[in-house]
């Protein structure tokens, strides 16, 4: 039966078929998918995803301190001389003032002590230019006034047996003997200014 000539011919023609059926689909071209003439291909990019960064801060306590100027003057401070006076008024016999031969008379100055040095009983009144009512160089203060205070300086006189005007300047002088009078540089002496005429 192996030898049978027939039979190896059928088997032959059947082994070709079978063969060329499957080659013929295999070389086969696959059809082409339909395309739509009005389609356009369109690529498009996955969406962009955009990271959200919430930032962490440590907790800060927010306090405000109001009225409070963000920065601070800075007030210059003038140091005070130790002799300083400031004439405030004449209490007694103002300029111009009319006596008559030999009356007596009071002058009296009310002063301040602007300086940082208190005028003690060792300060003095002293004879500056003019007439000289008292006859004498210089008179002490009566009592100590501090700085800041105010007082009355005074002093008593007899008026000239002569007729007419007649003025006097005094300054202030401290225990080292420094002069000083009133005004701001200091420089201005207290004056006495009196009348003198006849009585009628």
């Avoid at 003439?37 to 306090?63: G, H, K, L, W």
């Avoid at 003997?177 to 701001?184: A, I, K, L, V």
Wanted: overall charge positive.
């Amino acid at each position: 039966m192996k030898n049978n000539p027939a039979f190896l011919t059928i088997l032959s023609l059947s082994l070709l078929i079978m063969v060329s059926c499957n080659l013929t689909r295999f070389l086969s071209p696959a059809p082409a998918a339909a395309v739509s003439p009005t389609a356009t291909s369109t690529i498009q990019a996955p969406p962009t995803q955009e990271a959200t960064i919430t930032p962490t801060f440590p907790a800060v306590v927010n306090t405000e301190v109001s009225n409070l100027p963000l920065s601070t003057p800075i007030t210059a401070v003038t140091a005070l001389p130790c002799n300083k006076a400031t004439f405030v008024s004449d209490v007694k016999t103002p300029d111009g003032t009319v006596f008559h031969p030999g009356d007596p008379v009071v002058k009296t100055w009310r002063l301040k002590n602007e300086g940082s040095c208190a005028w003690t009983t060792d300060y003095k009144l002293v004879f500056n230019r003019g007439y000289n009512f008292l006859g004498v160089k210089s008179i002490n203060l009566a009592k100590t006034v501090a700085p800041g205070e105010s007082a009355n300086l005074s002093m008593t006189f007899s008026a000239p047996d002569t007729l007419g005007t007649f003025v006097s300047f005094w300054n202030l002088q401290d225990p080292s003997g420094t002069t000083f009078g009133t005004g701001e540089t200091g420089t201005v002496p207290l004056g006495i200014r009196i009348v003198v005429q006849a009585k009628h």
